[in-house]
C-alpha cells in the first residue's frame, strides 16, 4: 500500500500569516526595543541593526508574496489541495528513465553518450509522479501529468519541498523546533 497525504495551500497560507509574519515582526520589535535601549537615535546604531532590521522586512515581503500566490491558486483552481504518495521502486526507476531519455542522446554506431542531467526536469518529474490528486483545472502534460511547470514559482516550489520531505522522511513537516527550543530542554 502506498503511503499518501493531502497538502493544503491554504494551511501553509494560515501558518504563514498566523505564525510566520507574526515571529518575524517581533523579532523584529525585539531588536528595536534593544537598538532603542542602547542608542538614542536610529541613526545612532551601528549598520548590522539596520541591515537585521532590513532582513526582516525582506522576509515578511517574501512571505507575504508567497502567500499571495497561494491564494491566487486557490482563487483560480476553487481549490488549493493535492494528494501527494511516496514514490515506491518502480517509480523511481521510472523517474531515472524519464530524465535519461530527456537529458542523453545515444549514437549507438559510434558507442557514445551525450549530455547532461537535466536536473530541474528531475525535479519536476519528481513532483509530478509524486502527485496523486490536484485540482482538475489544473494544466496537465502531454503524458497525463500535472504541469506542475505551469505554477507560479512559490506554488511549485512549496510543492516540491513537501514532496521531497514526504519521499525522505514520511511526513509533510517535521515541527518548528529551533536550536533556541532544542537548548531549553537540554
Known amino acids: 500500500m502506498t503511503k499518501s497525504t493531502t497538502i ?3 494551511d501553509r497560507i494560515d501558518e504563514i500569516r498566523d505564525e510566520k509574519i507574526p515571529s518575524i515582526e517581533e ?3 525585539d531588536l528595536a526595543r534593544e537598538a532603542k535601549e542602547e542608542y538614542e537615535t536610529a541613526d545612532d546604531a551601528p549598520a548590522k541593526y539596520h541591515q537585521a532590521h532590513r532582513e526582516f522586512e ?8 508567497e502567500a ?15 494528494t501527494i504518495r511516496k514514490l515506491d521502486g518502480s517509480q523511481l526507476l521510472r523517474l ?6 530527456a537529458s542523453f ?7 557514445e553518450i551525450e549530455g ?15 502527485l496523486v490528486d490536484y485540482p482538475d483545472s489544473c494544466p496537465e502534460t502531454d503524458r497525463g501529468y500535472c504541469d506542475v511547470g505551469a505554477f507560479d514559482g512559490d506554488v511549485y516550489s512549496f510543492l516540491f519541498e513537501k514532496v521531497k520531505l514526504f519521499n525522505n522522511t ?7 523546533s529551533s536550536l533556541a527550543d532544542t537548548m531549553q530542554d537540554v
Not at 542522446?105 to 558507442?111: H, I, K, N
Request: cysteine-free; hydrophobic content about 30%; overall charge negative.
Open 8 to 10: 493544503d495551500l491554504q
Open 68 to 82: 499571495s500566490a497561494h491564494e491566487d491558486f486557490i482563487e483560480r483552481h476553487g481549490t488549493g489541495e493535492f
Open 105 to 111: 542522446e545515444v549514437d549507438p554506431e559510434r558507442e
Open 27 to 29: 523579532s523584529k520589535r
Open 96 to 101: 531515472e528513465d524519464e530524465v535519461n531519455d
Open 116 to 130: 547532461v542531467p537535466k536536473n530541474g526536469f528531475r525535479k519536476a518529474m519528481f513532483t509530478r509522479l509524486a
Open 170 to 176: 514520511g511526513q509533510t513537516d517535521l515541527g518548528n
Open 58 to 65: 525582506e522576509d515578511i515581503a517574501e512571505l507575504e508574496e
